[in-house]
């Protein structure tokens, strides 16, 4: 069983210890974009997602700042093929 997003991705993360994690499928390039919530344990100070047993739900990512421009994969000096 897997749950919702309580509410939609703002322009921030929840709070200091999470990171929105972007990703899109590299075989499928017209798929939009998507975005993981990443929390840090203070604990153990590891990034993660999920709870390890259920599927990691996706959301839209946050909408980026007035005027970024976003950079495609293959312009990056590590990325496409």
Known sequence: ???APAAPPGDAPPDA?????LFR???QPSVPVRAILIRK???????GAGDGRSPI???PPPQPPPGTRPIPVAATAGGGS
Not at 17 to 21: E, I, L, V, Y
Not at 41 to 47: F, L, M, Y
């Open 1 to 3: 069983m897997s749950a």
């Open 17 to 21: 210890s999470a990171r929105w994690g």
């Open 25 to 27: 499928n590299l075989e």
């Open 41 to 47: 344990d203070p604990r153990t100070g590891r990034w």
């Open 57 to 59: 739900m996706t959301e």
